[in-house]
């Protein structure tokens, strides 16, 4: 399962052993992938270049323009006091700048901290309390110190970019969102989420637009695992259906043949089931939508193309947009008619 998993997330780390002009070996893709053209045009660096500019931008530093500025200006007090004051007078002096030195060490590391967030000397130590997380500091770091060391330019060029993708893609799970685009290896993370313990209550909205809807291998095996969990009574599933209008034409009493098998099937597995026509919220668009609300936990929002096919699957466990998905469920809730009470009236076809 957990292979299925990181084939749909994985953060792909290109190959860093590659050492030749023209290498085969980094691995490129869509999201970080420079043009031929690109290449062709670049004015290609000497590596010597390149280590000088590497070099110089230590002197740019700000926290070692002002260690040597502090150690200059103490060795000029200690040696004034020196030719000027009594031996316990150049003593005091070397302690009254030992004290101001760590002082201002001190309030320039609080700066940073506070700037940055967590200052670079202490993100290893603080991840050192979480094993899993350190291990993977480990292994990125590892990463960039071998891509570093290829001084091919064009490589060292391709490897930058791939890590800013890396980058970027790392900002957007630490902020709780995880994105799954053209692939349905997030029915796994789906069906995680549904056995995970303390979670009770799961609550959809399917955005019918076509009648083959989950009506293929990993959707039945998906609806499988809703009948399991909630015959068990380990999960209440409720599930409102927004059916598009050429399935559920104006005038007709039951959306099309597919549909509402589909729908009277989940109602007989006990399944809370409600369904709008989708003409019916023209006037509130932002309802129409494909998601899944996990309790108080995470939310997931599904895109299917006009086959019913995962175009992009993102789950965030951001507690501000579950808590904005539950407010649209109840304003949905509104227009939906429960399908029990619509059997109750008429008769299937």
Not at 59 to 85: D, K, N
Not at 239 to 253: C, F, K, T
Request: with cysteine.
């Amino acid at each position: 399962m957990s292979a299925a998993l990181d084939s749909g997330i994985s953060l792909t780390i290109p190959s860093l052993a590659a050492s030749e002009l023209g290498t085969e070996n980094t691995e490129v893709n869509a999201g970080g992938a420079i043009s031929p053209m690109q290449l062709a045009m670049h004015e290609e660096p000497s590596y010597s270049r390149e280590m000088e500019r590497s070099n110089s931008a230590l002197h740019r530093i700000p926290w070692l323009t002002l260690l040597l500025g502090v150690a200059a200006a103490g060795c000029v007090a200690v040696f004034l006091a020196w030719l000027l004051l009594p031996t316990p007078g150049v003593v005091a002096t070397v302690g009254f700048l030992v004290c101001v030195h760590l002082a201002v060490t001190v309030a320039n590391c609080r700066r940073a901290t506070a700037v940055a967030g967590t200052s670079q000397l202490e993100t290893p130590f603080l991840l050192a309390r979480d094993a899993d997380m350190f291990q993977r500091y480990q292994d990125v770091s590892e990463s960039l110190l071998i891509a570093s060391r290829n001084p091919d330019p064009i490589y060292r060029e391709i490897a930058l970019e791939h890590f800013d993708e890396l980058n970027r893609k790392a900002t957007t799970i630490a902020e709780g969102t995880f994105v799954f685009e053209g692939t349905e290896t997030w029915r796994i993370v789906y069906e995680r989420l549904l056995r995970s313990p303390g979670l009770h209550l799961y609550r959809s909205v399917a955005w019918v637009k076509n009648a083959n809807y989950w009506q293929d291998e990993p959707g039945r095996k998906s609806m499988a695992v809703n009948f399991e969990l909630h015959e068990a009574e380990r999960l209440n599933i409720e599930r409102i259906a927004i059916i598009a209008d050429e399935l559920w034409l104006e005038g007709e009493v039951w959306p099309e043949e597919l549909v509402c098998q589909w729908l009277h099937e989940q109602h007989a597995r006990g399944i809370w089931i409600k369904f709008v026509r989708e003409s019916a919220l023209a006037h509130e668009p932002d309802l129409i939508a494909d998601i899944g609300i996990y309790g108080s936990r995470a939310l997931g929002i599904q895109e299917l193309d006009e086959q019913c096919r995962t175009v992009r699957f993102t789950l965030t466990f951001d507690f501000a947009s579950v808590s904005a998905a539950e407010e649209r469920w109840k304003r949905l809730s509104i227009y939906a008619e429960s399908f029990a009470n619509y059997l109750d009236r008429y008769e299937m076809p």
